[in-house]
């Protein structure tokens, strides 16, 4: 396709409350870093800028971050949302946006946040190019699946038809399903037409706008509003574009892409990537445990305990069971029910 058409959003205002007390409101997990090297944001500009022009790289993110995101792009291809209204307005008003300067636009999105292994950056990029491909010749928006490693709860799912032959094609998706339970995920991991959410979408600009105004038509008028100044973005409907848009449209396919990759969205996941990544760590001893993961900067015994996940920041210790670190987030509401926001 036509380089000159090819866009990239990056999705960047997001608060990451699963990860706390590691990612706050002040610093969320897009800042943050694994390798002390380059934060996820970076990593997520670094391999889309390999198959998209560089001026073509658009972030949007919040007022709270518009300073911090700056550096990364110049401040014309900055969106900036007065407030947080999910990804469902981020995605169409920077969709609007783009549109007015280049009808012809073919955009992808991509969450600002996601773990794709150095190594499998050349497969990402093909992956992401087969992605443009389709959507530039067609009428539909191309999502890009992950087969999965494992029976992950926390991700949601695609389900989609299998009904080509040829490998690198995107496949009609089926039925989206949100995160399952493990009973659930045991059986899912299993389908060979099932696939996890990575949250990247593509299609053309055109394609994208009919498809909110016909599956949204309220999100779709309140944002259009905004887009000419007409209501404040408060005023706009809030919602996710997988639950507003993708789950109901008629015209959605995924790509079954090769490439290793993680939501890194929990303390299990961002903790594991950092004791693999920095491997100097030298302050843990372990007896008669087994499947922890420890984030801290002081000596840490762990005798008898198993799955846990320890964490400690200047200002809080975090000890919880893996299997409740979905529940994190609750976190958040009692320490406002407490007015203790200044650890959020």
Avoid at 194 to 213: H, P, Q, R
Avoid at 241 to 260: G, H, N, Q
Wanted: with cysteine; hydrophobic share 35%.
């Amino acid at each position: 396709m036509n380089i000159s058409n090819m866009y990239a959003v990056i999705l960047a205002g997001g608060s990451s409350q699963r990860l706390w007390p590691l990612s706050r409101k002040q610093n969320p997990k897009q800042f943050l870093s694994y390798d002390n090297q380059k934060t996820l944001l970076e990593q997520t500009y670094a391999r889309i800028e390999k198959s998209v022009p560089v001026d073509h790289v658009w972030i949007t993110t919040t007022e709270t971050y518009k300073d911090r995101i700056s550096k990364y792009t110049k401040s014309e291809r900055i969106v900036i949302e007065p407030c947080s209204r999910n990804t469902g307005p981020a995605i169409l008003l920077t969709c609007l946006k783009i549109y007015q300067k280049n009808p012809a636009a073919v955009i992808t999105y991509l969450p600002s946040d996601a773990f794709v292994s150095e190594v499998d950056t050349e497969l990402f990029t093909r992956d992401i190019r087969i992605v443009f491909d389709f959507a530039s010749k067609n009428n539909c928006i191309v999502l890009m699946g992950i087969k999965p490693t494992h029976s992950a709860t926390g991700y949601g799912y695609i389900e989609y038809l299998d009904f080509q032959t040829e490998k690198e094609i995107p496949q009609k998706v089926k039925q989206f399903h949100e995160k399952p339970s493990r009973e659930v995920a045991e059986t899912y991991v299993n389908k060979k037409n099932m696939l996890w959410n990575s949250g990247i979408v593509c299609a053309k600009a055109e394609v994208l706008i009919n498809e909110f105004k016909e599956q949204a038509p309220e999100m779709y008028y309140s944002v259009c509003a905004h887009f000419e100044n007409k209501i404040s973005y408060d005023q706009v409907c809030a919602g996710s574009v997988d639950y507003e848009v993708l789950e109901k449209s008629t015209c959605t396919y995924v790509l079954p892409a090769e490439f290793s990759w993680l939501d890194v969205g929990t303390i299990n996941t961002f903790i594991s990537l950092k004791n693999k990544y920095q491997t100097d760590k030298n302050n843990i001893l372990s007896i008669e445990s087994k499947n922890n993961v420890v984030d801290t900067d002081i000596l840490t015994v762990l005798m008898g305990v198993d799955d846990l996940c320890v964490v400690k920041t200047d200002d809080v210790l975090l000890i919880i069971k893996k299997d409740q670190e979905q529940k994190v987030r609750t976190i958040i509401d009692q320490l406002c029910k407490q007015g203790k926001e200044k650890y959020i």
